[in-house]
Protein backbone atom coordinates (compact mmCIF):
# COMPACT_ATOMS: atom_id res chain seq x y z
CA UNK A 1 0.00 0.00 0.00
CA UNK A 2 1.23 3.03 -0.79
CA UNK A 3 1.70 5.68 1.87
CA UNK A 4 2.46 9.40 2.49
CA UNK A 5 2.99 9.96 6.00
CA UNK A 6 2.97 13.41 7.81
CA UNK A 7 3.35 15.06 11.85
CA UNK A 8 -0.52 15.79 12.27
CA UNK A 9 1.63 18.69 14.87
CA UNK A 10 0.15 21.26 15.84
CA UNK A 11 3.66 22.75 15.36
CA UNK A 12 3.74 26.01 16.48
CA UNK A 13 6.08 28.67 15.56
CA UNK A 14 6.37 32.78 16.23
CA UNK A 15 5.79 35.40 13.67
CA UNK A 16 8.49 36.11 11.69
CA UNK A 17 10.30 32.34 12.13
CA UNK A 18 10.68 29.09 9.49
CA UNK A 19 8.35 26.75 9.96
CA UNK A 20 9.72 23.47 8.45
CA UNK A 21 6.87 20.64 7.53
CA UNK A 22 8.36 16.94 6.61
CA UNK A 23 6.44 14.37 4.09
CA UNK A 24 7.82 10.77 3.91
CA UNK A 25 6.44 8.43 1.36
CA UNK A 26 6.95 4.93 0.39
CA UNK A 27 6.41 4.44 -3.41
CA UNK A 28 9.68 5.01 -5.27
CA UNK A 29 7.85 4.87 -8.43
CA UNK A 30 6.56 8.42 -7.26
CA UNK A 31 7.44 10.68 -9.83
CA UNK A 32 5.74 14.02 -8.61
CA UNK A 33 5.30 15.94 -5.37
CA UNK A 34 2.99 18.58 -3.96
CA UNK A 35 2.27 20.93 -1.15
CA UNK A 36 -1.00 21.93 -0.53
CA UNK A 37 -2.28 24.23 2.32
CA UNK A 38 -5.93 24.22 3.76
CA UNK A 39 -7.61 26.53 5.85
CA UNK A 40 -10.00 25.64 8.17
CA UNK A 41 -13.22 24.93 6.33
CA UNK A 42 -12.29 25.60 2.89
CA UNK A 43 -10.45 23.42 -0.16
CA UNK A 44 -6.78 22.97 -0.70
CA UNK A 45 -5.10 25.06 -2.35
CA UNK A 46 -2.03 24.13 -4.07
CA UNK A 47 0.87 26.00 -3.08
CA UNK A 48 3.76 24.28 -4.46
CA UNK A 49 5.26 21.31 -6.91
CA UNK A 50 8.44 19.64 -6.95
CA UNK A 51 9.53 17.44 -9.61
CA UNK A 52 13.63 16.83 -9.39
CA UNK A 53 15.87 16.06 -6.59
CA UNK A 54 16.68 19.52 -5.05
CA UNK A 55 15.24 22.92 -3.56
CA UNK A 56 12.11 24.81 -5.28
CA UNK A 57 11.88 28.28 -4.32
CA UNK A 58 8.86 30.36 -4.79
CA UNK A 59 8.34 33.34 -2.28
CA UNK A 60 9.00 32.71 1.39
CA UNK A 61 8.11 28.85 0.04
CA UNK A 62 10.78 26.75 -0.44
CA UNK A 63 10.11 22.87 -1.17
CA UNK A 64 13.11 20.45 -0.87
CA UNK A 65 12.69 16.77 -2.36
CA UNK A 66 15.45 14.14 -1.36
CA UNK A 67 14.46 10.81 -3.91
CA UNK A 68 16.82 8.89 -2.35
CA UNK A 69 15.64 9.49 1.20
CA UNK A 70 12.09 9.25 -0.32
CA UNK A 71 11.41 12.66 1.88
CA UNK A 72 9.87 16.27 1.07
CA UNK A 73 9.69 19.33 2.90
CA UNK A 74 8.01 22.53 3.12
CA UNK A 75 10.33 25.45 4.40
CA UNK A 76 8.24 28.41 5.04
CA UNK A 77 10.03 31.81 5.81
CA UNK A 78 9.04 34.52 8.16
CA UNK A 79 6.08 32.82 8.85
CA UNK A 80 2.97 34.98 9.00
CA UNK A 81 -0.08 34.45 11.39
CA UNK A 82 -2.07 34.45 7.97
CA UNK A 83 0.29 30.65 7.47
CA UNK A 84 -1.99 29.53 10.14
CA UNK A 85 -3.65 26.48 8.39
CA UNK A 86 -3.22 22.25 7.73
CA UNK A 87 -0.33 21.15 5.35
CA UNK A 88 -0.79 18.44 2.89
CA UNK A 89 1.84 16.65 1.26
CA UNK A 90 0.39 14.37 -1.74
CA UNK A 91 2.57 12.21 -4.29
CA UNK A 92 1.47 11.34 -7.44
CA UNK A 93 2.21 8.07 -8.84
CA UNK A 94 1.55 7.31 -13.05
CA UNK A 95 1.16 3.61 -12.40
CA UNK A 96 -2.12 4.57 -10.18
CA UNK A 97 -3.33 7.66 -11.92
CA UNK A 98 -3.63 9.50 -8.71
CA UNK A 99 -2.21 11.35 -5.57
CA UNK A 100 -1.39 9.78 -2.64
CA UNK A 101 -2.67 12.43 0.63
CA UNK A 102 -0.70 12.70 3.55
CA UNK A 103 -3.29 13.51 7.07
CA UNK A 104 -1.97 16.60 7.25
CA UNK A 105 0.40 18.67 9.99
CA UNK A 106 -1.34 21.89 11.57
CA UNK A 107 0.71 25.15 11.87
CA UNK A 108 -0.11 27.63 14.01
CA UNK A 109 1.82 30.54 13.55
CA UNK A 110 1.66 32.63 17.33
CA UNK A 111 1.92 36.76 16.93
CA UNK B 1 -12.01 30.32 -16.39
CA UNK B 2 -13.99 28.79 -13.08
CA UNK B 3 -11.68 26.58 -12.58
CA UNK B 4 -13.29 23.85 -10.64
CA UNK B 5 -17.09 24.18 -9.20
CA UNK B 6 -19.71 22.22 -7.09
CA UNK B 7 -23.34 22.19 -6.56
CA UNK B 8 -25.13 22.41 -3.88
CA UNK B 9 -22.90 24.00 -1.22
CA UNK B 10 -24.56 22.25 1.45
CA UNK B 11 -27.13 19.93 2.03
CA UNK B 12 -29.32 18.51 4.82
CA UNK B 13 -30.46 14.85 3.79
CA UNK B 14 -32.85 12.44 5.66
CA UNK B 15 -31.77 8.93 6.16
CA UNK B 16 -32.47 6.47 3.19
CA UNK B 17 -32.73 9.90 0.64
CA UNK B 18 -30.73 10.06 -2.44
CA UNK B 19 -28.98 12.93 -3.88
CA UNK B 20 -26.53 13.90 -6.48
CA UNK B 21 -23.31 15.86 -5.89
CA UNK B 22 -22.49 18.38 -9.20
CA UNK B 23 -18.94 18.56 -10.31
CA UNK B 24 -17.65 20.40 -13.17
CA UNK B 25 -14.70 21.53 -14.54
CA UNK B 26 -13.44 24.12 -17.66
CA UNK B 27 -9.65 23.27 -17.92
CA UNK B 28 -9.96 20.40 -20.37
CA UNK B 29 -8.82 18.07 -17.84
CA UNK B 30 -9.07 14.32 -18.13
CA UNK B 31 -8.69 13.49 -14.72
CA UNK B 32 -11.60 14.18 -12.05
CA UNK B 33 -11.92 12.85 -8.50
CA UNK B 34 -13.89 12.73 -5.61
CA UNK B 35 -12.87 12.77 -2.53
CA UNK B 36 -14.40 12.95 1.23
CA UNK B 37 -13.05 15.13 4.31
CA UNK B 38 -14.54 13.94 8.12
CA UNK B 39 -13.70 16.66 10.28
CA UNK B 40 -9.82 16.87 11.61
CA UNK B 41 -9.15 14.02 9.21
CA UNK B 42 -7.06 13.54 5.65
CA UNK B 43 -9.17 13.02 2.24
CA UNK B 44 -10.31 9.64 0.99
CA UNK B 45 -10.80 8.85 -2.40
CA UNK B 46 -13.96 7.45 -3.34
CA UNK B 47 -13.98 7.71 -7.43
CA UNK B 48 -11.87 9.04 -10.30
CA UNK B 49 -12.07 8.96 -13.78
CA UNK B 50 -8.69 9.30 -16.04
CA UNK B 51 -11.62 9.90 -19.23
CA UNK B 52 -15.47 10.13 -20.46
CA UNK B 53 -16.48 6.98 -19.98
CA UNK B 54 -14.33 5.40 -17.60
CA UNK B 55 -14.41 5.45 -14.00
CA UNK B 56 -12.72 3.68 -11.10
CA UNK B 57 -13.24 2.97 -7.20
CA UNK B 58 -10.55 4.65 -4.81
CA UNK B 59 -10.41 3.81 -1.10
CA UNK B 60 -14.03 4.27 0.28
CA UNK B 61 -16.56 3.56 -2.69
CA UNK B 62 -19.64 2.15 -0.79
CA UNK B 63 -22.57 3.30 -0.76
CA UNK B 64 -21.69 6.22 -3.80
CA UNK B 65 -21.99 6.31 -7.97
CA UNK B 66 -20.00 8.31 -10.60
CA UNK B 67 -20.38 8.31 -14.13
CA UNK B 68 -18.08 10.14 -17.03
CA UNK B 69 -20.66 10.82 -20.15
CA UNK B 70 -18.49 14.32 -20.44
CA UNK B 71 -14.77 15.25 -20.04
CA UNK B 72 -16.23 18.37 -17.88
CA UNK B 73 -18.85 16.90 -15.60
CA UNK B 74 -18.08 14.13 -12.97
CA UNK B 75 -21.49 13.87 -10.51
CA UNK B 76 -21.46 11.86 -7.49
CA UNK B 77 -24.83 10.11 -6.61
CA UNK B 78 -25.59 9.19 -2.96
CA UNK B 79 -28.15 6.12 -2.77
CA UNK B 80 -29.83 5.53 0.69
CA UNK B 81 -28.02 8.05 2.61
CA UNK B 82 -26.69 6.97 6.25
CA UNK B 83 -25.44 8.97 8.90
CA UNK B 84 -21.80 7.97 8.13
CA UNK B 85 -21.75 9.55 4.91
CA UNK B 86 -22.05 13.04 6.73
CA UNK B 87 -19.02 14.53 5.46
CA UNK B 88 -17.18 17.84 3.29
CA UNK B 89 -16.96 16.49 -0.25
CA UNK B 90 -14.62 18.01 -2.85
CA UNK B 91 -14.54 16.63 -6.45
CA UNK B 92 -11.01 17.88 -7.82
CA UNK B 93 -9.41 17.57 -11.58
CA UNK B 94 -5.63 17.78 -13.18
CA UNK B 95 -4.58 17.14 -16.69
CA UNK B 96 -2.51 13.81 -15.16
CA UNK B 97 0.77 14.12 -13.19
CA UNK B 98 0.39 17.57 -12.65
CA UNK B 99 -1.15 20.07 -10.85
CA UNK B 100 -4.67 18.55 -9.00
CA UNK B 101 -7.30 21.78 -8.66
CA UNK B 102 -10.17 21.68 -6.02
CA UNK B 103 -13.70 22.41 -6.17
CA UNK B 104 -14.92 24.66 -3.49
CA UNK B 105 -16.83 21.60 -1.91
CA UNK B 106 -20.29 19.99 -0.49
CA UNK B 107 -21.00 19.94 3.22
CA UNK B 108 -23.50 17.30 3.73
CA UNK B 109 -24.98 16.15 6.84
CA UNK B 110 -27.42 13.24 6.93
CA UNK B 111 -29.95 13.34 9.45
Known amino acids: QKEVEQNSGPLSVPEGAIASLNCTYS??????FFWYRQYSGKSPELIMS????GDKEDGRFTAQLNKASQYVSLLIRDSQPSDSATYLC???????????FGGGTRLMVKP | NAGVTQTPKFRILKIGQSMTLQCAQD?????MYWYRQDPGMGLKLIYY???????DKGEVPNGYNVSRSTTEDFPLRLELAAPSQTSVYFC??????????FGPGTRLTVL
Open chain 2, 92 to 101: ASTLGGSEQF
Open chain 1, 27 to 32: DRGSQS
Open chain 1, 50 to 53: IYSN
Open chain 1, 90 to 100: AVWNNAGNMLT
Open chain 2, 27 to 31: MNHNY
Open chain 2, 49 to 55: SVGAGIT
